[in-house]
């Protein structure tokens, strides 16, 4: 089984910083990626950043300059930093990872439960 887990979000207040952290565990045998999405409300869930094996990133454009993904391999703890947070923002963001686990030979996503954001004043 592998699990990953959520913490961090909340109220935040425009113009404010976000920090989620996000900690695979269970059965692991390599982890490929892992990223953040986000679905506002009434949305389609969107990938917010990716981060790879190789340290290479992806951010989508409305966050770029503003939030940073970050990777701790031995920890199996993917963060997500965020500044200068709008309204737009806003949104239950989620954690995800291209991960194999042990006993096979094939990768699959895996999500966490989700947590919420609010920017708001």
């Known amino acids: 089984q592998v699990q990953l887990v959520e913490s961090g979000g909340g109220l935040v207040q425009p113009g404010g910083s976000l920090r989620l952290f996000c900690a695979a565990s269970g059965s692991i045998a390599e982890i490929y990626a892992m990223s953040w999405y986000r679905q506002a409300p009434g949305k389609q869930r969107e990938l917010v950043a990716i981060i790879r094996n190789d340290g290479s990133t992806h951010y989508a454009d409305s966050v770029k300059g503003r939030f940073t993904i970050s990777r701790d391999g031995a920890e199996n703890t993917v963060y997500l930093y965020g500044n200068s947070l709008k309204a737009e923002d806003t949104a239950v963001y989620y954690c995800?990872?291209?991960?194999?686990?042990?006993?096979?030979?094939?990768?699959?996503?895996?999500w966490g439960q989700g947590i919420q954001v609010i920017v708001s004043s």
């Open positions: 995800n990872g291209d991960i194999r686990p042990l006993n096979s030979d094939y990768k699959d996503p895996y």
